[in-house]
């Protein structure tokens, strides 16, 4: 009976446990995954005690009145936390606070970056008036119901990503008072609620043309770098501040044809009966200034078709193929010169070009030895010193080239190059790599391009006509992922490709030359780096007729722009790294690479897993400073691939444990296909990018998983 008794005295404190847990969770008032993410949040600000009725775990923040919370239903709307000296950090589970609305921490003292991920649906955001470092997370751009924005009074830096494209319901934004720089986002033009703009005291230049036809009535731009003018339009508002700039004292331009009327479309009701008065007069000396800007054009137009006419005897063969050559920016005038040399179909393409602001390329520089100021308008001088390092049969055969390959590239003269590039000077070096050097060309109008120095040793065998079709296949690439070709020189044994420049530098510099007070790639970042460049080698692979092998995948050569989006370089240059017989890159090589001739597609695919490597756990592909069961990072890591324990701690630190576990599970598992040391089961790079589009829509999508550690589900 004793033993009978003890069985029903537990089963029933069991039964009344359960029962009591039962109606206290239906007691409770808050969802779960909203009191998850103040548990964090609580534990990352230091469990402040100002924070009344607040828990690290356990309570009900709607039921219990935690301090500063505000609730509809079961779901927290609003955190109202302002000037209660809190210190530490947001946590990493905003995200899940699906619901809130408001959202106010300003005046505290918290530091390190901004959450990458927000509350989603959040509609005023203050963080004014703390320490904060690193950049505006780029998670804002999906906030497309975001009102109120308040990071002034912090320590943000770096550039603004583009990232304010869907935020038309913006009203108020305020990035004043700390170190962000750059060039104002295209993106803010889209900005068609925002009434106040505050920029002020930050290190922003160019211009804020952006801002022009924004319905703008509060406006602080004080105390940056910007330069240019301010735009006419702006000079209404009310309100505005633009002292400490370095605005030009110049009289501004006038505004192209058609502009005036548009800016009045879309603020009919901004000017005064004084202010259309003085627009009718800015009307009337904007043409009489076109008009004489247009006289000087066409006069200088018949100093060129004169000074042609002169020279014709000598060198007009060579002109010609220079007009054919080259995509020159051509006035309706000289269009029509051509077109009694050319085809109609020439001259109908020169005209095209014309219209093309794309094709405007002021860069070419006034020939050293020449006095003709050819480069004002875009046109290259005649090249009659070039033409002495030519006989007429090497003409001949670079016209024949070029007719045959179509290069869509624009011809740069070597003294051009040599001048952008400060004579290829050391301090405008970029890098080396296995076929020649890089340099920076910076021109007069603030252009900067990149210009690779072909080594001379890879071009041996290699006839011009081999050459130009090389670059013809380069020229032909259109990707959004690929780096695009410019331009070319092949002068007096120089050769010489010029690429678009990107101010953010590679991959490689980003993960592993960085220094500690840069933010790091966050993992959405990485995932969307890893997408781009895999569309990029599939464009390579499948795309491109006939396939094409990179031969030399690696971070180096993946370039990020402003928005750290990945362009992957040195495309189409597999002839190259053929006659080369270095390594082509330690630690990226497949094992079937012995020599360069063995490299195949699924090779590519090899260096490309490795790549995923080094985003994911932020190591470079061999590190003789490890120890030697490290150094080889494909060695090292591939066993942990698939081992959830191991895969957690060989995760990059620096992204501090902010990633979906499911996500990096998954990234995971495309590396190890991909590094797989038998070619024939590594997957095509379509397959991979399907998998990474996979991972980069859940990362997106899944708001609410728990970051940071593992579910049990999983």
Known sequence: ??????????????????????????????????????????TSLNSPSKLTNWKSSGGDPCGDSWKGIKCSGSHVKEIKLSGLGLTGSLGYKLSSLTSLTYFDLSNNNLKDSIPYQL?????HINLAGNSFTGTV??????MLNLKYLNLGHNQLSGQLSDMFGHLTRLQFLDLSFNSLSGNLPQSFETLSSLSTLYLQNNKFTGSINVLTHLPIDDLNVANNQFTGWIPSELKNIDNIKTGGNQWSSEPA?????GTFGAAQQKNPTKKSSKEEKGSKKSVLNGALIGGIVIGLLLALVILIVLLKRKSSSTSSHFLDEEKMNQKISLNPLVSNELSNDRSSEFSNNALKDFKDPKSLDSS?????????????IGLKPPPADRMKSFNDTELVNRINVKRNSSIHAVIYTLADLQSATGNFATARLLGEGSIGRVYRAKYPNGKVLAVKKIDSSHLQGISQEDLMEIISNISKMDHTNITELVGYCSEQGHNLLVYEYFRNGSLHEFLHLSDEYSKPLTW?????????????????????????????????NILLDSELNPH???CGLATFHQRTSQNLGVGYNAPECTKPSAYTLKSDVYSFGVVMLELLTGRVPFDSSKPRVEQSLVRWATPKLHDIDTLDKMVDPALCGLYPPKSLSRFADVIALCVQSEPEFRPPMSEVVQSLMRIELSSMNKRGEDIGAFSSDE
């Not at 069985?7 to 008032?29: E, Y």
């Not at 331009?253 to 044809?257: I, R």
């Not at 050293?368 to 480069?375: D, K, L, T, V």
Request: charged letters at 15%; a positive charge.
């Open 1 to 42: 009976m004793d033993c009978f008794l003890w069985k029903m005295i537990w089963i029933s404190v069991g039964f009344w446990t359960v029962v009591f847990r039962i109606l206290i969770s239906v007691d409770a008032k808050t969802d779960a995954s909203d009191v998850s993410a103040l548990h964090v949040m609580y």
């Open 119 to 123: 509350p989603p649906n959040v509609l």
């Open 137 to 142: 997370p780029y998670s804002i751009s999906q």
């Open 253 to 257: 331009p006038p505004p192209p044809l």
């Open 364 to 376: 070419f520089s006034i020939n050293a030895r020449s006095s003709q100021p050819y480069a004002s």
């Open 524 to 556: 959405n970042t990485r995932v969307r780096i890893a997408l781009g460049t895999a569309r990029a080698i599939e464009y390579l692979h499948e795309k491109c007729s006939p396939s094409s092998v990179h031969k030399n995948i690696k971070s180096a």
């Open 568 to 570: 992957l370089t040195d």
